[in-house]
């Protein structure tokens, strides 16, 4: 593809934490996530990663990185971190806590530190793809990246998509 790979808040994130990674573009659809972004690169969707951006009752954000193909359950995350509920923010509040589009969200070089949730079967895959901070634009990367730059908590808060 001959379009100029974007250089983001994330892509600079990414190289000021040494982080190895091949730039996927795509041709970006208005609400197709992952199913897309698979079909597109020619991948399995288990292995794009999505970024979710939550918050708790207390509108407190957190990230949740979650498999294409899998849902989270909120209900599981909410236990798991002692509040009442969780909910996926509004887009504009989802924006502002990253300073990314929503479709264009990475988890990496957000606006400010957010505690991130990653679903820890994401490790057991040998490569993972996530955004990259544009809309149309992944990552390619060692899923254990994940883990040494964002510092997440592993969890286990996967239910299988409704699709």
Do not use: W
Not at 8 to 37: F, Q
């Amino acid at each position: 593809m001959a379009d100029k790979v974007p250089t983001t808040m994330a892509t600079r994130a990414l190289e000021a934490a040494g982080v190895e990674y091949v730039p996927r573009l795509y041709k970006y659809e208005a609400r197709g996530g992952t199913a897309v972004s698979s079909r597109e690169l020619g991948v399995d969707e288990h292995q794009v990663v999505k970024t979710l951006v939550m918050q708790t009752d207390t509108q407190a954000p957190l990230v949740v990185l979650m498999h294409g193909d899998r849902e989270v359950s909120t209900k599981t995350l909410a236990r798991l971190i002692g509040v009442k509920t969780i909910a996926p923010c509004k887009t504009e509040v989802a924006e502002k806590h990253t300073g990314y589009m929503v479709g264009g969200t990475s988890p990496f070089g957000t606006r400010r530190a957010l505690p991130v949730y990653l679903q820890q079967t994401v490790l057991e895959l040998p490569r993972i793809l996530i955004n990259g901070g544009h809309r149309g634009f992944l990552v390619e990367l060692d899923p254990r990246e994940l883990v040494r730059v964002l510092e997440p908590t592993l969890v286990d808060v996967a239910i299988a998509s409704v699709a």
